[in-house]
């Protein structure tokens, strides 16, 4: 194995449970991520780094160059894994000599191979999943471990140039919330790379731009033994207006490539009030503006039905596409390409259809386009990574480095 600690590294962070919570206000909206944080901690101490972990949860470390280099470059990951899918008691499976075919895990559920072409490429190689009763959590546990292996093996060998590098581990990432309390100034780098990607050779310098909404509506509550021409129900009204969004078009479910989507992400309520939360995607922002404009039509369409209820939509922005900025200075996104070419990995110069803490970062001021990890079918249980990829990462993440210790 040419990176001896990285599985093992691995295995050891997805059994810590760190799944974020939305509906939480505080920050870290779970404290259980702190977990992780204090084990980074005592990990980097234990190289013989400086490392902390503020009262947020961001863990904060640095390697000091062994050149004259100009820059100081960030390696950034996230410690939380997603809301959607279970992160308690997860169990890593090692598929080692992969041979083809799918992967059945337990409770039914299955990594059909036919499903997931980049997985009919691996036989011979080391798979890891979950048991299939949770996630993985390779996203992005995958991105740490490849970022703490390559930060050991620099140590380990001083003949190779590298700058300072700048390394930060953030909470709540996967709720839109990873970079509200990163401190830039105390980070210090010049430059940035988030290592939170997917499938080999991917560099994603372009992301969806976001905005998030919530319609509330509210309605009449009236007892219904007694409510002829008196209830309106906020219930129903909500429903229909999801109900008249289209069925194949506009969707998560029927998108692909550079097409936007409306996404109703959650409802509750009651006969008096229900809310629905939206969550807005497009590349641009004209495109972005058009899609919650139509929502708000199929709203002012239905509202006329129903002059007693009140309904209001409230939207905010989330992030906008990084290209913008990136577009400022090529040479972060370059030299990321040029590495690749130097392993031996075939770039992929690719748009994410999601959003990255490298994208707020990058409107802060901080260029952070994002590097592969490897992983594949975030967010589920059929979550695989792929052992041999990781260490392509790892790779890729050690020769950025040497690269950029020689840019003035």
Not at 38 to 67: C, H, I, W
Not at 362 to 381: A, C, D, E, Q, V
């Amino acid at each position: 194995m040419k990176y001896p600690g990285l599985l093992e590294r691995f295995l050891r962070y997805v059994r810590v449970d760190t799944q974020s919570d939305p509906r939480s206000e505080t920050i870290p909206s779970t404290e259980k991520q702190k977990n992780l944080g204090r084990m980074l901690v005592e990990e980097l101490k234990s190289m013989g780094l400086e490392a902390e972990m503020d009262e947020y949860g961001y863990v904060y470390s640095y390697l000091p160059s062994n050149t004259e280099a100009r820059y100081k470059i960030g390696l950034i990951a996230h410690m939380d894994t997603s809301p959607d899918v279970s992160g308690t008691n997860v169990n890593p499976q090692v598929h080692e000599n992969y041979q083809g075919g799918d992967i059945a895990l337990k409770e039914g559920v299955v990594i059909r191979a036919d499903e997931n072409p980049d997985l009919r490429e691996k036989k011979g190689e080391t798979i890891i999943t979950s048991d299939g009763t949770t996630l993985l959590g390779a996203d992005d546990k995958a991105g740490i471990a490849e970022i703490m292996t390559a930060v050991d093996y620099l140590l380990s060998h001083p003949e190779i140039p590298h700058p300072e590098i700048k390394i930060a581990f953030t909470p709540d990432e996967e709720i839109g919330r990873g970079t509200l309390k990163f401190d830039l100034e105390k980070f210090g780098a010049d430059f940035a790379y988030t290592v939170d990607g997917g499938a080999l050779g991917e560099i994603e310098d372009e992301t969806f731009c976001a905005d998030s909404g919530k319609m509330i509506v509210k309605g009449v509550n009236v007892h219904p033994g007694y409510a002829k021409g008196k209830l309106v129900n906020a219930v129903k009204i909500a429903s229909d207006i999801v109900s008249r969004l289209p069925r194949f078009t506009l969707s998560p479910e029927t998108t692909e490539g550079k097409e936007g989507y409306i996404h109703p992400t959650d409802i509750r309520g009651n006969v008096e009030r229900a809310e629905v939360e939206f969550i807005f995607r497009a590349f641009e922002v004209e495109e972005l503006k058009e899609i919650e404009e139509f929502l708000k039509k199929i709203i002012e369409t239905v509202r006329k039905d129903y002059p007693r209820a009140e309904v209001e939509l409230q939207i905010k922005e989330q992030y906008r596409n990084m290209k913008y900025k990136l577009q400022e200075e090529p040479r972060v996104v370059d030299l990321a390409i040029e590495a690749a070419k130097q392993v031996g990995i075939k770039p992929r110069r690719t748009s994410i259809r999601g959003g990255t803490d490298g994208a707020m970062l990058s409107y802060k001021g901080l260029l952070t386009p994002n590097l592969f990890t490897g992983g594949h079918n975030f967010h589920s249980r059929t979550e695989w990574i792929c052992l041999q990829d990781m260490e392509k990462a790892v790779d890729l993440l050690i020769k950025l480095m040497e690269l950029w210790a020689k840019e003035k």
